[in-house]
Nanobody, 117 residues
């Protein structure tokens, strides 16, 4: 099992920045990718950013150029640096870790990000 604990959410004005952290523990050797998802009220959960073990990253079009995902393997922690935040970025942000197969699918409990206009 892998446990994920997010931190860093909060309330920020439009144009501001936040950094989310996701600390992983447990069977971390199983992790092949980590990512961030978000879910706004009344909407489906969507992928925001992904980072593979080889360092490759992928971003949703809506956050490209504003968000940066990174990972500190020594600390078993993934980060999401969010700049130039917009009200439409308001959502609960979830950390996700994936292993080598569909049975290896882990989620954090989520952290609220609220961007005021």
């Amino acid at each position: 099992q892998v446990q994920l604990v997010e931190s860093g959410g909060g309330l920020v004005q439009a144009g501001g920045s936040l950094r989310l952290s996701c600390a992983a523990s447990g069977s971390i050797f199983r992790i092949v990718a980590m990512g961030w998802y978000r879910q706004a009220p009344g909407k489906q959960r969507e992928e925001v950013a992904l980072i593979l073990n080889n360092g490759r990253t992928n971003y949703a079009d809506s956050v490209k150029g504003r968000f940066t995902i990174s990972r500190d393997n020594a600390e078993n922690t993934a980060y999401l640096q969010m700049n130039s935040l917009k009200p439409e970025d308001t959502a609960v942000y979830y950390c996700h870790a994936a292993g080598p197969g569909p049975a290896y699918d882990y989620w954090g409990e989520g952290t609220q990000v609220t961007v005021s206009a």
